[in-house]
Each structure stands twice: as structure tokens, then as C-alpha cells.
């Protein structure tokens, strides 16, 4: 089959949303897409490609750009993400393709690394195109025995509406913030930057910055409370302050908080002093010739694209 290949564009969208379609079932809007791919507070926007037959779009390799630090010098790096081929043109190198392209276009404006939270299929399928497999991420979960009026609502757009109103209200007990700056960095990392514009981009889902007594974290609420990451003078505050969302999620009827963080890091040392955890994401990254230390390379949940 002969194919062409097109760059992400706004005009392309309606495209990425049928291909969530058709690879996997899942209804996106245009305007979700649009805000998850709307990157220009980085400088850069649209990394990835599409591939189509004729008119058709059939195959896609999606990038998210990203600013990153490491001691204090500002880098450019994309989170790899949405990728996917439809059934019928597997096994005919698009992936391949369409990833060879976008490292073209990366290079050419100086991102640095891509990198990836791996599922089973990323994992493989990066490992031709010469990916580094690096660590695995730590996964923490606190389940909580209550009605599951948030799944019930997760399910249903209108009764969502709702309920996201009901937990904003609930959140009022709490300082909010505006934003957090990245506790990995703070420990000497090559992590990513957080400032006020990329928490205003993240505002495409639905999360929030708060302050619990001396405990800063910043939350996704869905049918679970997601703890994108957090940043605790003790562990004794921190489980304080789980305790205090312990009580929020009961009231809420949500059954679960939980936590993905990088070992070696703050973060995951309070929490296995008080928590069992278990093996999470594994990091993949590829180094566009760069000349970093990637052995302090972490990351957060937040980090995740659909965070």
C-alpha cells in the first residue's frame, strides 16, 4: 500500500479523534485534543506525524513537548504518547516510520530526549528505534471503603458535571494554589519544570493544587483521588494529610488514592515507610545526542499525559 505522511495540526484533529476511535473504542472530543496538544507555552506545538492511505488517516505518532531542568539549565524534551496504527496496516513499519520522522523534526528544534511511562506494547516497540530502558516507577494505592458515587458519575457526562461541582465545593476546606514547583528538583534531578503556565495547561482534566496543614499535592479527581505528586515536610505530615483525604473521599464516595513515584526519590521513601508498594510504569527515553546525566532522570504522575 502506498502511504503519505502529514505533521500534527489543529486542522488534523478530527483525525487523532477518529483513530482513539477506531484503534480503541474511545470517545474523545476535538476540544479535549485540542487543549491536551495545545503545548505553546513550551515553544514548540505539534512534534508528531500521521500517516494516511489516499484520504484515510491510519496510523499516528504523538508527542507532547515539554520544559525539563537539570542544575538550573532550561531543556527541551516531548513525553511520547499516542501512538497507534489501525488494525489492517500493522506490520508495515508506520510505527517505525512515523517515529523516525518525528525525531527528525525534534532535532531540528532542539528538544533534547524523548521519553515514556511504558506499557507492555510501548516497551517493545521502542526497542528497535534504540530506546534506553531505565527504572521503574513505584505505585502506592489506598483503597477506601465507601459508596462508588464517583465511578457512577464517571460514566455518565451530565451527573459528572455535577459531582465535579460537589468535589470543588468540598476542596474549598483546603488552601488551594495555583501552582507547585516539582519537588525532584529540588533534590538535584533532571526533572520537569513546573511554573504557572504549565499548570494552566494542565487544566484540560480536571485536577487541583492544595494545601493540606504542611503538605502540598497536587490532585486528578476522577473515580479516584490521583496524586500527580506531592511534597511533605515528614512523613508524619503526610499521613496526616492522607488522612484528611481519607475523609474527603469517603464523604465524596470515592474508593481509591493513588500515588505513581520515582524511586530514590523523597516522595517514595515517606511513602513505603508507610505503604506496601508495588512495580509501576517502567521509563523508557531516547537521547537525541544531548550530553545529559540521565542517572538523575525522574518523574512524577503528574507527568503523564493524560494527567
Known sequence: MSYHYQRMSDDRISDVKFLFKSVFNKNVSNEYLLKKYGTEYTGLKYVGFLAYENDKPVAMYGGLPQLFQQNGKLIKAVH???SFTLPAHHRRGLHTNLALRSYEFMRENDVRFVYAMHSLNTLRATKKLGWVVGESMKRYHIRIKTL????????MAALNRVYCSTVESA???????????????????????????YFDYKLFSFNRVIMIDNVKL????????????????????LKNAILQLTILCRKLGIHEIQ???????????????????YESWTVGYLDLESGLDFDSFKLNYGDHDTF
Open 80 to 82: 511520547a504518547c499516542d
Open 148 to 155: 462508588p458515587v464517583s465511578k457512577v458519575a464517571n460514566r
Open 218 to 237: 497536587w490532585l486528578k479527581i476522577k473515580s479516584a483521588i490521583h496524586v500527580g505528586t506531592f511534597e511533605s515536610p515528614s512523613v508524619q505530615d
Open 259 to 277: 500515588f505513581h513515584v520515582s524511586v530514590n526519590s523523597n516522595q517514595n521513601m515517606q511513602l513505603q515507610s508507610l505503604y506496601t508498594g
Open 171 to 197: 476542596l474549598k476546606k483546603f488552601e488551594t494554589l495555583s501552582y507547585m514547583s516539582n519537588p525532584l528538583l529540588a533534590e538535584g534531578r533532571l526533572a520537569q519544570l513546573y511554573d504557572q503556565s
